[in-house]
Nanobody, 116 residues
Framework: QVQLVESGGGLVQLGGSLRLSCAASGIIFDVYTMGWYRQVPGKQRELVARITSRRITNYADSVQGRFTISRDNAKNTVYLQMNSLKSEDTAVYYC??????????WGQGTLVTVSS
């Protein structure tokens, strides 16, 4: 069964840290570009960070220097380390797997709430 399962979301204080995980199954994980997106009500889903199969990374300007994306191909898992969290980071975070060879896949999302 093809699926992405996110975990690690929750409530965190302003300036705190969280690490999101996304475990993939049913796919050839190594060939996918893995990404994290986020969405708040009334706004479009936006790219937060992604990492290619060759571990090339890119980040949204708003998270550059605070968030780090990484992947462990042995565990079919991608991570998003989020530091110095701001209130505007509050959103539902979605994991994404993208490949030119296969259909795009989305996880179900995990909620991150940054409180002051």
């Amino acid at each position: 069964q093809v699926q992405l399962v996110e975990s690690g979301g929750g409530l965190v204080q302003l300036g705190g840290s969280l690490r999101l995980s996304c475990a993939a199954s049913g796919i050839i994980f190594d060939v996918y570009t893995m990404g994290w997106y986020r969405q708040v009500p009334g706004k479009q889903r936006e790219l937060v960070a992604r990492i290619t199969s060759r571990r090339i990374t890119n980040y949204a300007d708003s998270v550059q220097g605070r968030f780090t994306i990484s992947r462990d191909n042995a565990k079919n898992t991608v991570y998003l380390q989020m530091n110095s969290l701001k209130s505007e980071d509050t959103a539902v975070y979605y994991c994404n797997a993208d490949s030119v060879l296969y259909p795009r896949i989305w996880g179900q999302g995990t909620l991150v709430t940054v409180s002051s």
